[in-house]
C-alpha cells in the first residue's frame, strides 16, 4: 500500500521509471505563468503531440500578452488548429488575452483570481500555481485522479475530492512535482484500461483498486 509515508520513495521509483518517455506536454515550454496558462488551455481534451506543435504554433507568433491581442480569432483559429474544440478556445484566448493586457499582461497568482478567467478551471489554475509561479499547488487530471486512488494513497470520486484528499494525504513538497509524475506514469505503464503491472516498478506495493484486467 501506498502511503504518506513511503510516497517520498515511491516518487522517487516512478521518476527513475519515466526517464525515457516524453515529458508532458505543458512541461515543453518555458515555465512562464503566461505560457503554462495558454498551453494548458490547448492541452484540454487533446493529444500531447498535437498539443505541442500547436503550442508551437501560437508561442511563435505571439509570446507575450501584447503580441496575442494584436491577433484575431480566425488568426487563433488557424495557430491551433487541430486542437480540440479549437473555435471555442481560440475565443478564450482572446478573451483572456484581453483581460490581462488590462492587468498589465500579468497573469494571476491566487486560485481565486485564476478561476475568473474564462474557461479556466481548478486543474489549470493549480497547475499555473505550481508550474509557472513554483509555489505548491496539486493539479488533478484523470491520471493523478487515477493513479491516487489506484495505489490506495485516496479514496475518492472526483477530481475535486482528489485534490482535497491528496492536500492532506501527500506531503507538501511533493505538491509541485506530482502531476507532471503521474501524467508521464499514467500516459505509459499505468495506463487506464489494462496498466502494465507486469513492468510497474512500484506493482508490489500497489493494492491494484479498481483495475480488473492488467498486463
Known amino acids: 500500500m501506498v502511503s504518506a509515508e513511503n510516497i517520498g520513495l515511491v516518487l522517487k521509483v516512478i521518476q527513475e521509471a519515466i526517464k525515457e518517455f516524453e515529458v508532458p506536454a505543458v512541461s515543453h515550454f518555458n515555465r512562464s505563468p503566461f505560457h503554462v496558462l495558454f498551453s494548458c488551455i490547448l492541452s484540454l481534451r487533446t493529444k500531447d503531440k498535437v498539443t505541442i506543435e500547436a503550442s508551437r504554433r501560437l508561442f511563435g507568433a505571439a509570446d507575450s500578452c501584447s503580441k496575442l ?12 488548429f487541430p486542437v480540440g474544440f479549437y473555435k471555442t478556445k481560440a475565443k478564450r484566448i482572446k478573451e483572456i488575452a484581453k483581460i490581462l493586457y488590462g492587468k498589465g499582461c500579468k497573469v494571476p497568482e491566487t486560485m481565486d483570481e485564476l478561476l475568473k478567467l474564462p474557461g479556466v478551471g481548478r486543474k489549470t489554475a493549480n497547475l499555473v500555481i505550481a508550474e509557472g509561479f513554483g509555489r505548491p499547488a496539486i493539479c488533478v487530471d484523470t491520471h493523478v485522479h487515477r493513479i491516487s486512488n489506484r ?5 475518492s470520486i472526483t477530481p475535486f475530492e482528489s485534490e482535497m484528499e491528496l492536500r492532506k494525504a501527500l506531503p507538501r513538497k511533493y505538491w509541485i512535482e506530482y502531476n507532471k509524475l503521474l501524467v508521464a506514469f499514467g500516459q505509459n505503464i499505468c495506463v487506464p484500461v489494462s496498466p502494465f503491472c507486469s513492468k510497474c516498478p512500484i506493482e508490489s506495493l500497489c493494492p491494484k483498486t479498481n483495475v480488473k484486467k492488467s498486463r
Open 69 to 80: 491581442i494584436e491577433l484575431n480569432e480566425k488568426e487563433i483559429e488557424r495557430l491551433i
Open 151 to 155: 495505489i490506495g494513497l485516496i479514496k
